[in-house]
């Protein structure tokens, strides 16, 4: 079955740093455009970073501009988003999404999420 596994979620206190993984499972992530989104409780789920598929560009969310990286390692099939000056705000379970749309064709996955709680 194709899918997207992340990790690296976990507690931090505020201004820690964590990096979160995105792995692809039996598909190549090299064609496709990935990013990483995050949903709070009680919240709409909410874009956060993006990456082409030749890491030509990149495009991040107000809120965590200058905070978060997003890079990629095609050869290891792995996006990754660092996460640096952590707020209390950043608290929610982070997913990443990755889509292609080629030959007419939309493919689209989504990965199981993981949590990442920043607080003191």
């Known amino acids: 079955q194709l899918q997207l596994v992340e990790s690296g979620g976990g507690l931090v206190q505020p201004g820690g740093s964590l990096r979160l993984s995105c792995a692809a499972s039996?598909?190549?992530?090299?064609?496709?455009?990935v990013g990483w989104f995050r949903q709070a409780p009680g919240k709409e789920r909410e874009g956060v970073a993006c990456?082409?598929?030749?890491?030509?560009?990149?495009n991040y969310a107000d809120s965590v501009k200058g905070r978060f990286t997003i890079s990629r390692d095609n050869a290891k099939n792995t996006v990754y988003l660092q996460m640096d000056s952590l707020r209390p705000e950043d608290t929610a379970v982070y997913y990443c999404?990755?889509?292609?749309?080629?030959?007419?064709?939309?493919?689209?996955?989504w990965g199981q999420g993981t949590q990442v709680t920043v607080s003191s």
């Open positions: 990456i082409s598929s030749n890491s030509d560009s990149t």
């Open positions: 039996k598909f190549t992530l090299n064609y496709y455009t």
């Open positions: 999404n990755a889509h292609r749309f080629l030959n007419w064709r939309a493919d689209d996955y």
